[in-house]
């Protein structure tokens, strides 16, 4: 067993290796909640199944650095005991992960046979070039799919974000990612402010709670450009607004984006700690687990950290609430990863067992009870086991629960979507310095149209 944990490549070399790719492409189809449900689901038919059947091979995995794949690389030696295959695991922080795999898929060449996908982010580019096994024929021949992996029991919003628009299932649904209030209920109650269920009163705790002289902060969230994107996105969802619509058309510089951005600005500048532009969601979770940030908005799949004595000093504090509501409607901002199969891979097959086991019930129901994730399988959330031996409160199920029910895809499902996150980015992080947003977005606007326009071939 080997597991590695580094980092990848700069995003200078990102953008050169797969600037072709990029470029080449086509918007992917969607809703305008998710995309259209693959017309046939497959599912595996009982067979004397073999999970021995590539017993001797090794493969490479590379996986993003989360609690998810803690889990994984934790119960590595039970898949490699079950298949007698060797995991060599290459667990590299998100955003180098991305870059890593744009640059060795572009080049024809990679390093790794499975690999974790950032749907919100990747599978436009990815379902573009190919760059995916398409799983459909391992999925239905029972020789290669166990009976027991029950695909059926994927949610069908999981199933129709592992689809890419052709048809091709090129992953297989790993985590589900709504995006949820985390806030300090000591701090709360120090102050007698209750828990904020608009954009307006989210706003306004944040200025209560806000106490720099005492290390305290009331609200933080990423600063850091590309990375601080969604939130702004996420933020629009109150005005029930999209940055780029099903027509690809823009809408960044209309009122609903400048009031996100707005309030984006005035949650940053004014009520975060210093140095919030350099923010990603790790700073983000050190800064709220020490006990500094009176609020914290991101993916719900950080509670496992927040809830262990070693590493959180807000243990039994935390509480986990739905995204507020906006002027005009509430939503949860969702994203999704899904696990796949390089498609240079000379290894598919095991590499596909890989991928199954990761996705199979039990690690799912490992996911939920560690608080790392929402699972897309339906079944999990009634698992006697996973609810039993919740290292998280109840309240954090309770809320991915009700998560799922207002939950909308949060970024735009084009494929240049890293590039509208690195421009817009850079805007929002200038106005954390006090750069006036609608001037901002209307800058961003320009630069990102020709992009846009170019991967629809318009």
Same mark, same amino acid.
Not at 69 to 80: A, G, H, M, R, V
Not at 127 to 147: A, W
């Given at each position: 067993?080997?597991?590695?944990?580094?980092?990848?490549?700069?995003?200078?070399?990102?953008?050169?290796?797969?600037?072709?790719?990029?470029?080449?492409?086509?918007?992917?189809?969607?809703?305008?909640?998710?995309?259209?449900?693959?017309?046939?689901?497959?599912?595996?038919?009982?067979?004397?199944?073999?999970?021995?059947?590539?017993?001797?091979?090794?493969?490479?995995?590379?996986?993003?650095?989360?609690?998810?794949?803690?889990?994984?690389?934790?119960?590595?030696?039970?898949?490699?005991?079950?298949?007698?295959?060797?995991?060599?695991?290459?667990?590299?922080?998100?955003?180098?992960?991305?870059?890593?795999?744009?640059?060795?898929?572009?080049?024809?060449?990679?390093?790794?046979?499975?690999?974790?996908?950032?749907?919100?982010?990747?599978?436009?580019?990815?379902?573009?070039?190919?760059?995916?096994?398409?799983?459909?024929?391992?999925?239905?021949?029972?020789?290669?799919?166990?009976?027991?992996?029950?695909?059926?029991?994927?949610?069908?919003?999981?199933?129709?974000?592992?689809?890419?628009?052709?048809?091709?299932?090129?992953?297989?649904?790993?985590?589900?990612?709504?995006?949820?209030?985390?806030?300090?209920?000591?701090?709360?109650?120090?102050?007698?402010?209750?828990?904020?269920?608009?954009?307006?009163?989210?706003?306004?705790?944040?200025?209560?709670?806000?106490?720099?002289?005492?290390? *305290?902060? !009331?609200? +933080?969230?990423? $600063? &850091?450009?590309? %990375?601080?994107?969604?939130?702004?996105? =996420?933020?629009?969802? #109150?005005?029930?607004?999209?940055?780029?619509?099903?027509?690809?058309?823009?809408?960044?510089?209309?009122?609903?984006?400048?009031?996100?951005?707005?309030?984006?600005?005035?949650?940053?500048?004014?009520?975060?700690?210093?140095?919030?532009?350099?923010?990603?969601?790790?700073?983000?979770?050190?800064?709220?687990?020490?006990?500094?940030?009176?609020?914290?908005?991101?993916?719900?799949?950080?509670?496992?950290?927040?809830?262990?004595?070693?590493?959180?000093? *807000?243990? !039994?504090? +935390?509480?986990? $609430? &739905?995204?507020? %509501?906006?002027?005009?409607?509430?939503? =949860?901002?969702?994203? #999704?990863?899904?696990?796949?199969?390089?498609?240079?891979?000379?290894?598919?097959?095991?590499?596909?067992?890989?991928?199954?086991?990761?996705?199979?019930?039990?690690?799912?129901?490992?996911?939920?009870?560690?608080?790392?994730?929402?699972?897309?399988?339906?079944?999990?959330?009634?698992?006697?086991?996973?609810?039993?031996?919740?290292?998280?409160?109840?309240?954090?199920?309770?809320?991915?629960?009700?998560?799922?029910?207002?939950?909308?895809?949060?970024?735009?499902?084009?494929?240049?979507?890293?590039?509208?996150?690195?421009?817009?980015?850079?805007?929002?992080?200038?106005?954390?310095? #006090?750069?006036?947003?609608?001037?901002?977005?209307?800058?961003?606007?320009?630069?990102?149209?020709?992009?846009?326009?170019?991967?629809?071939?318009?």
């Amino acid at each position: 067993m080997s597991i590695r944990r580094r980092p990848g490549y700069s995003r200078r070399d990102v953008i050169r290796a797969g600037a072709a790719a990029i470029a080449a492409s086509s918007a992917v189809a969607g809703s305008s909640r998710w995309p259209a449900l693959a017309q046939s689901t497959p599912e595996a038919t009982p067979s004397n199944f073999n999970w021995k059947k590539y017993e001797g091979e090794t493969i490479d995995v590379l996986l993003s650095l989360s609690p998810r794949s803690d889990i994984l690389t934790k119960y590595q030696p039970e898949f490699e005991e079950l298949t007698g295959i060797k995991v060599n695991a290459d667990v590299v922080p998100e955003q180098q992960q991305r870059q890593k795999q744009v640059i060795e898929f572009t080049s024809g060449n990679p390093s790794f046979d499975v690999t974790e996908e950032s749907w919100h982010v990747q599978k436009g580019l990815f379902g573009q070039g190919k760059f995916l096994l398409d799983l459909r024929d391992f999925l239905n021949d029972p020789e290669m799919t166990s009976p027991d992996y029950d695909f059926a029991d994927f949610s069908a919003a999981a199933v129709a974000f592992a689809t890419q628009p052709d048809g091709r299932i090129d992953t297989l649904p790993y985590n589900i990612d709504y995006w949820i209030l985390y806030w300090n209920k000591e701090l709360f109650d120090q102050k007698g402010v209750a828990f904020p269920k608009t954009f307006d009163e989210m706003l306004e705790a944040a200025k209560t709670l806000n106490d720099p002289a005492n290390g *305290v902060y !009331g609200f +933080v969230a990423r $600063g &850091l450009k590309n %990375a601080n994107t969604p939130v702004w996105t =996420s933020f629009m969802q #109150g005005w029930d607004a999209k940055p780029v619509d099903d027509q690809g058309q823009l809408h960044t510089t209309e009122e609903p984006a400048v009031a996100a951005a707005t309030l984006y600005q005035s949650l940053l500048a004014n009520y975060a700690p210093p140095g919030v532009n350099g923010f990603n969601w790790n700073e983000c979770q050190t800064t709220f687990g020490q006990g500094t940030a009176a609020m914290w908005f991101d993916g719900i799949g950080f509670a496992t950290p927040l809830e262990d004595p070693s590493k959180s000093k *807000v243990v !039994g504090k +935390v509480g986990y $609430g &739905l995204q507020p %509501a906006g002027p005009v409607a509430q939503h =949860s901002g969702t994203f #999704g990863d899904g696990m796949g199969v390089s498609a240079q891979s000379s290894k598919p097959g095991p590499a596909y067992f890989y991928c199954q086991w990761a996705t199979n019930k039990q690690n799912q129901a490992r996911n939920l009870a560690a608080g790392a994730g929402a699972s897309g399988r339906v079944s999990v959330y009634s698992d006697p086991a996973a609810l039993e031996n919740l290292t998280v409160p109840q309240e954090w199920v309770d809320t991915l629960i009700a998560s799922g029910k207002i939950g909308l895809p949060s970024l735009p499902q084009i494929i240049p979507v890293t590039e509208f996150r690195d421009i817009f980015g850079i805007a929002l992080t200038n106005m954390i310095s #006090g750069a006036d947003p609608k001037q901002e977005l209307e800058s961003a606007t320009e630069q990102f149209r020709p992009i846009l326009e170019k991967s629809l071939g318009s």
